[in-house]
């Protein structure tokens, strides 16, 4: 199956895409822990990734803190702070 | 009545009023964002792009159209919000609040065009100069949601 | 922009919006209050009859278009109010402010309504099963308005 | 010349008219006081002034309290708490 994680805005603008499909290893307990691993797997990643304090997530579409369980989630977004209206 | 609507499309303010008007209620306030020139060293806006979070947007404009309807008792709640590229003087966002009573209809809207600042996944980009840059999230539309807690 | 308007007419929203949105400020907040049918024992409201004293009312709105102006540095302070006879659904009053700021148009438009409630001389009465009745004027009105001083 | 004495809603109904131009006499100092010489003038104005407390005056199309003095005024008007919006 895998996670499905989406990215928005300037995440998606480094990481060079808005969408993939993964299986996080055994371990990736978090949303913060997903972010670290995501983080490795390439330089794009990376520089999305660099600073942890101008990023914002949902799990399964609802806006969460960083330390939320990811556990039976389906879907993961990562995005910066919001900016509508 | 709650009508959310995210669309590329320019809002049109004359069919949303009627919808929100033809409630039968005496009161409607309504906020309208208009795009923003706002000349700065690198240029003036030439087009501001909106990206949203499909499926995510609409669950979360609901949830706050039927928070306020709930909180004040109103007969219609209306948050419409462009998506898509759009060009100074133009409409971004549109809410409106209809309710027997004045102050009920007034205080919704802000609480409304308040919350959707920092609960609903929209991000703008400005092209100025032909250069793009997104645009940073403010302290005080967090401390604006935060007074209706 | 300071507009203001006291007419028999039926309220023009369309063309009221464009002449505040047209100042190319990013945030548009108004108010609309309608006729309300308001049904009672002696039946709901057939007609709304509006008297004005005439030069007064003009005078009045104007100077309160100013304070907001002045108060939150609007681009745009609108006041239409009708006057004479209209229907249940029909708009009384539409009131707009436009500023660079979302919380100054917001403030400033509750503002104009709440002082219009006590400050302008406007008279209403209701017409119901054929019976015409002068409204009261509500204690809550004035609470309203003395926030504001 | 005169006074010039505006009449609005119910004020305007009882009293008959709308507007009248009158000389009030010497020692009118204040709204207040043309009420009340007013009341005399007929049985419409009576009634229209027989609660001061709902009524409300304007000097020269300024809102003013009861005991505003008159002295140099063109235009008085008379009439119930406003109602609009």
Known sequence: MGLRILYFAWVRERIGMGEEQLDPPAGTATVADLVTWLAGRSAGHAAAFADPARLRAAVDQAFVPMDTPIAGAREVALFPPVTGG | ?149
């Open chain 2, 1 to 149: 009545m709650i009508r959310i609507r995210v669309d590329p499309a320019p809002i049109d303010l004359t069919a949303e009023t009627a919808l929100v008007e033809g409630r039968g209620e005496g009161a409607v306030a309504t906020f309208t964002g208009l795009v923003r020139g706002d000349p700065a060293a690198d240029g003036s806006v030439e087009t501001l792009e909106l990206e949203h979070y499909p499926g995510a947007t609409e669950a979360a404009l609901t949830n706050l159209a039927q928070a306020a309807t709930d909180r004040w008792s109103l007969s219609a709640a209306t948050i419409v919000h462009r998506v898509g590229s759009m060009r100074a003087g133009e409409r971004i966002v549109f809410v409106a609040a209809a309710s027997a009573h004045r102050a009920a209809a007034l205080e919704a809207c802000a609480y409304l065009i308040d919350r959707l600042k920092t609960d609903a996944p929209f991000w703008k980009r400005e092209v100025r100069g032909g250069e793009g840059r997104w645009v940073e999230a403010r302290d005080a539309d967090h401390d604006a949601a935060a007074r209706w807690r």
